[in-house]
């Protein structure tokens, strides 16, 4: 493969630029990202900026994307580190790896699980990147059933949620009793929302032991889960 060509080098370094002022942007003024904010500090014209970035919302898309990407690239790793029978310890490192992740980039999760944007619709591009962090989960839930290690709970679904369910498994590629689902479903909800209430502040005047606590609610998902 030839080597990329001076402009196109030039091009990604640019790119690369403008999404880590983005960022710092991120971290002062949430998602109010302005395109001219970015290129007064780069010390650009905003034209030269919308050469590469056409609108916020594109800019915004590619934050998104890499952010999404970057959180799953930390759960799958974590996955990877623990031997695979060991499910609820891929559980427990999954979920430790994904908090630790927001604790670094609190404004990069904020982003993509703080309040909707005004005005912004995310494209289908951000969908495949947003399946990794509970791609994990599916996978380990999988391997459970796979090894007859862990067994189905007792299906006691209303048939609308089945129906539900059994989208969302075929949007994650996995093939697995609706009831499962919807208990690993549940782990993964209250892990966002164990992780948000500590990013956004909504626990600072209690609980001041947070990684106990936090270790002790995952347990409680994986009690719930089945995991042996």
């Known amino acids: 493969m030839p080597a990329p060509s001076i402009r196109a080098r030039v091009r990604a370094e640019m790119i690369a630029e403008i999404k880590a002022v983005a960022r710092r942007h991120l971290a002062t003024d949430g998602a109010n990202l302005s395109l001219r904010a970015v290129a007064r500090e780069m010390g650009m014209v905003s034209s030269a900026v ?9 800019l915004l898309t590619a934050l998104i994307i890499e952010a999404y990407d970057a959180l799953g690239a930390a759960v799958e790793a ?16 999954c979920c430790r790896a994904a908090r630790h992740w ?8 904020a982003l993509l699980y703080g309040s909707p944007v005004p005005g912004y ?6 969908v495949g990147p947003a399946q990794r ?18 067994s189905a709970p007792p299906d006691e679904l209303p048939e609308p949620l089945r129906t539900d369910l059994a989208e969302v498994g075929a949007a994650l590629q996995t093939r697995m009793p609706e ?20 990013i956004f502040g909504r626990i600072n005047n209690a609980l001041p ?20």
């Open 50 to 58: 919308y050469r590469y970035f056409p609108s916020r919302d594109e």
């Open 78 to 93: 974590a996955d990877t580190d623990h031997d695979p029978a060991d499910l609820r310890g891929r559980w427990t490192a």
């Open 102 to 109: 927001a604790l670094a980039h609190p404004a990069e999760y």
């Open 121 to 126: 619709s995310a494209p289908a591009d951000t």
């Open 133 to 150: 962090p509970p791609a994990a989960l599916v996978g380990i839930l999988h391997d459970g059933l796979a090894s007859g290690r862990l």
């Open 179 to 198: 009831a499962l689902l919807a208990r690993g479903m549940a782990g993964w909800t209250q892990l966002f929302g164990l992780i948000s209430f500590e």
């Open 209 to 228: 032991h947070r990684d106990d606590y936090f270790d002790h609610q995952i347990t409680l998902m994986a009690d719930l889960i089945g995991l042996p």
